[in-house]
């Protein structure tokens, strides 16, 4: 765990200012992680975390940019997180 934690932001805590929730946020990263040389994958700010399976951290002033990037996607099933998103839906399942 960092020593120094005033300028961190938990993912909880980011969830709370971006206004979205912990599964988004995750999403959003894997699709960071699986593309990385997408435009909007580029908007998303380095998270830290200091040994493998623990908490993410996030500094203060990268909220903006995760507002920006939050924005900036195109919205939709078959948007540009598709490929992330669709792996969750079963097929042939209705929505309700």
Do not use: H
Request: glycine share 6%.
């Amino acid at each position: 765990m960092p020593k120094n934690t005033d300028n961190l932001l938990t993912g909880a805590e980011v969830c709370v200012l971006v206004n979205c929730s912990i599964y988004t946020l995750n999403l959003w990263y894997k699709f960071k992680k699986e593309n990385p040389n997408n435009k909007y994958a580029k908007m998303l700010p380095a998270y830290k975390q200091y040994k493998k399976l623990q908490k993410r951290y996030w500094r203060r002033e990268d909220i903006p940019k995760i507002i920006e990037f939050k924005n900036a996607i195109p919205k939709g099933v078959n948007g540009v997180m598709g490929s992330v998103t669709q792996r969750y839906v079963k097929k042939g399942e209705k929505k309700k």
